[in-house]
């Protein structure tokens, strides 16, 4: 069988893949067994998916790992899961400078342990001069936290006179937000059959096509990603217009979001 690697036009690629990592702990339960041994597995499918993508040469790849609402948690789930993160960083270094990729994190960094901050930093400074992908780790992550923090930062800049409150656009507000050095992403993932955003770059994803499948994290490999953006390249991106007027416009006439 020809891989669907093949079919996928390199020249409509999407700069930037964002996924919900969605359905380890259901992996592992229908298995019998815990749930932390889900988030074990789903490390394989991370290691796979973002060589994938390195492969293909996307830009960017955002991978949802924990949001400000999994600190609720049972305990040892979370205790679980900072190990491992922390873990699977010390890890993949290596790697991630051998492939030239940049590691970055959005989120509340404040909520983390000492001991994974001290690490990710560590991990962030060594990677920070790879030019190849950039890799954006959501770690602590939600849109309403993200969006409350450029709120409080445009307060302060007005209040010292760094920000004309008439001067502020749209594109003001994306310089406040954690993602401003990455373009918006125009394909979501989610995995594991849930059909929602779960508090995920709500203001970014205005205008990315969104993509489910059942498939569960631990099993998503290339060919599900490769699926997934054939998916994406079969949709016609409308940004508001009509379909005739995309069919007249050449594709770099297309706005960016
Ligand atoms: C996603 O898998 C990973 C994290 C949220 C950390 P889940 O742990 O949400 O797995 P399900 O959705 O319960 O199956
Ligand atoms: C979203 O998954 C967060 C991550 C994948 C890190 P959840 O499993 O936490 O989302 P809900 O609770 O099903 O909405
Ligand atoms: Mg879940």
Same mark, same amino acid.
């Given at each position: 069988?020809?891989? @669907?690697?093949e079919k996928i036009?390199l020249n409509r690629?999407p700069?930037h893949i964002a996924?919900?990592?969605?359905?380890?702990?259901?992996?592992a339960?229908e298995q019998?067994?815990?749930r932390?041994y889900?988030?074990?597995h =789903?490390?394989?499918?991370v290691r796979n998916?973002? %060589?994938?993508?390195a492969e @293909?040469?996307?830009?960017y790849?955002?991978? !949802? *790992?924990?949001s400000?609402?999994?600190?609720?948690?049972p305990e !040892? %789930?979370?205790?679980?899961?900072?190990?491992?993160?922390?873990?699977?960083?010390?890890k993949e270094?290596e790697?991630?400078?051998?492939n030239?990729?940049r590691?970055?994190?959005?989120?509340?960094m404040?909520?983390?342990p000492?001991?994974?901050r001290?690490?990710?930093?560590?991990?962030?400074e060594i990677t920070a001069g790879?030019r190849?992908?950039n890799?954006?780790?959501?770690?602590?992550?939600?849109s309403?936290?993200e969006?409350?923090?450029?709120?409080?930062?445009?307060?302060?800049?007005?209040?010292?006179g760094?920000?004309?409150?008439? *001067?502020?656009?749209q594109?003001t507000l994306?310089? +406040? &937000?954690c993602?401003?050095p990455?373009?918006?992403?125009e @394909?979501?993932?989610?995995?594991?059959?849930e059909h929602r955003?779960?508090?995920?770059?709500l203001y970014?994803?205005?205008?990315a %096509?969104?993509y489910?499948t059942?498939?569960?994290?631990?099993?998503?490999r290339? %060919?599900n990603? !490769?699926?997934?953006? &054939?998916? +994406?390249?079969?949709?016609e991106?409308?940004? =508001?217009?009509?379909s *005739?007027?995309?069919?007249?416009?050449?594709?770099?006439?297309h706005?960016?979001?």
């Open positions: 069988m020809d891989s @669907l690697k036009d690629l700069r996924i919900i990592m969605d359905g380890n702990g259901r992996w339960q019998g067994q815990d932390l889900g988030h074990y =789903g490390v394989d499918s998916i973002v %060589e994938g993508c @293909l040469g996307i830009g790849l955002t991978l !949802y *790992a924990f400000t609402e999994n600190w609720d948690r !040892y %789930e979370v205790t679980g899961l900072m190990e491992l993160l922390v873990d699977t960083i010390r270094v790697t991630l400078n051998k030239d990729i590691l970055h994190v959005i989120g509340d404040n909520m983390l000492d001991y994974a001290t690490e990710l930093n560590e991990a962030l790879n190849g992908m890799l954006i780790m959501a770690l602590s992550y939600s309403r936290w969006l409350a923090e450029a709120a409080k930062q445009i307060a302060r800049d007005v209040r010292d760094r920000l004309d409150p008439e *001067a502020i656009t594109d994306q310089q +406040y &937000l993602t401003r990455f373009p918006d992403p @394909l979501m993932i989610r995995t594991s059959g955003i779960s508090n995920f770059l970014q994803l205005a205008y %096509e969104l489910f059942n498939t569960r994290w631990p099993d998503f290339k %060919e990603l !490769y699926e997934a953006i &054939l998916d +994406y390249q079969s949709r991106r409308r940004f =508001g217009k009509t *005739a007027q995309i069919q007249q416009d050449t594709p770099s006439h706005p960016t979001f």
